[in-house]
């Protein structure tokens, strides 16, 4: 019996402490949510020249994107050019139905 009236206590302490905790919660929003109007209202200007900036920004920094990556495929790629030389040569011969052409 003594058990239960423990856990019956526990329980009325712990419901106690989440209402004063939601309790809590409440009045803080409530005092800081003017606050947390007037910083948006001040932090608009910055938010909108930021907006402005990507819109202008934006599209050149994806054309200077496209523009670097055509440059590294084909800094990469040109190596790979002598190779790709040889292999046209060898489809060129080994496509041929007759003779190859080099022999005549």
Do not use: Q
């Not at 989440?18 to 001040?42: D, E, H, N, S, Y």
């Not at 900036?53 to 084909?74: C, D, M, Y």
């Not at 990469?76 to 080099?102: C, D, E, K, Q, Y």
């Amino acid at each position: 019996m003594f058990a239960l009236f423990v856990l019956t206590v526990v329980a009325l302490v712990l419901f106690a402490a989440f209402i004063g905790a939601v309790a809590l919660r409440a009045l803080l929003w409530l005092v800081l949510l003017p606050l947390r109007i007037l910083f948006a209202l001040l932090l608009l200007p910055l938010l909108l020249v930021k907006v402005l900036l990507f819109v202008l920004v934006g599209p050149l920094l994806g054309l200077v994107g496209v523009v670097l990556a055509v440059i590294v495929v084909g800094a990469l790629a040109l190596p790979l050019v002598p190779l790709l030389a040889i292999a046209f040569v060898a489809w060129l011969l080994l496509r041929s139905p007759g003779p190859p052409a080099l022999v005549r």
